[in-house]
């Protein structure tokens, strides 16, 4: 008997959800064609700690940029937009008068370098246009993110690895912890001096991520404090409350084995 032929289940790439999505640079007025993620395709599978969504196949991060490899200006895509004629001037000044395009990247799919090359100058650009911190706190919470991602893709039996591995993995999270460090700061000044929504989260959810990255940090005061507010808050929904009910009560555990 002839064996029945099955066709094997399509594999999907990561190339599969993107598309190349056209854009104008607010600087040089360049024509760009950036991959971008299709609307709807990527299924989140996960959430971690500082909410960084972990997506089947994709990793949605790498392709948060848009970047001009003319004049080399870069922002996330959440702020792209014009730019004030002062704010041009600076980034022709500041970043195209030396700026060396980068390579092409083969097809649509970035690579975690070439993601990070995009992120670095828009962090440069941003910090060059004194953009508000919230902006500066979300580029580097995604950096944080980007490095996390490549540090997990070396596996977790990080007590079995060459050393060659464990000195990659080790690099992955300083710079991890470092580019967290950065995020919380910034986002801490933003909280102070802007309005929510502050980097697309309303004032309940922002001040869930700080406390969060204020426990990481050990800083178990200010983490408390946040989360008193988040149960004080008239906004805060009954789920809400008890999340930070059970966040309190770790951070005042946590604060007494110190
Ligand atoms: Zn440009």
Redesign the pocket.
């Known amino acids: 008997m002839a064996a029945i032929k099955r066709s094997a289940p399509k594999k999907i790439y990561e190339g599969d959800y993107l598309f190349m999505k056209s854009y104008v ?1 607010p ?4 024509k ?1 064609r950036i991959a971008t993620v299709k609307a709807g395709t990527a299924r989140m599978i996960g959430q971690d700690w500082d909410l960084r969504p972990i997506h089947k196949d994709i990793d949605i991060q790498k392709y948060d940029v848009v970047h ?1 490899n ?4 870069a922002v996330l895509k959440r702020y792209f937009g014009v730019l004030p004629k002062p704010h041009k001037e600076l980034i022709l000044k500041k970043i195209t008068e030396q700026y060396d395009p980068l390579a092409d990247p083969v097809g649509m799919v970035l690579t975690y370098d070439e993601a990070m090359t995009r992120y670095k100058l828009a962090l440069l650009c941003a910090a060059i246009r004194q953009v508000h911190d919230s902006e500066l706190g979300l580029i580097t919470l995604k950096m944080a993110w980007l490095y996390r991602a490549q540090k997990l893709a070396l596996g977790d039996d990080v007590e079995n690895f060459t050393k060659a591995v464990r000195i990659k993995y080790d690099g992955f999270l300083d710079y991890e912890e470092k580019y967290l460090k950065k995020a919380m700061d910034y986002l801490i000044k933003a909280r102070q001096t802007e309005e929510p929504p502050i980097a697309g989260m309303n004032e309940t959810a922002i001040d869930f991520l700080l406390a969060s990255l204020c426990g990481h940090f050990g800083k178990f005061d200010d983490a408390a404090r946040l989360v008193s507010g988040i149960l004080q808050s008239k906004q805060s929904s009954s789920s809400q409350k008890d999340r930070a009910r059970d966040m309190l009560d770790e951070f005042k555990s946590k604060r007494e084995r110190v």
């Open positions: 640079c600087v040089c007025d360049n760009l001009c003319k004049c080399g200006f």
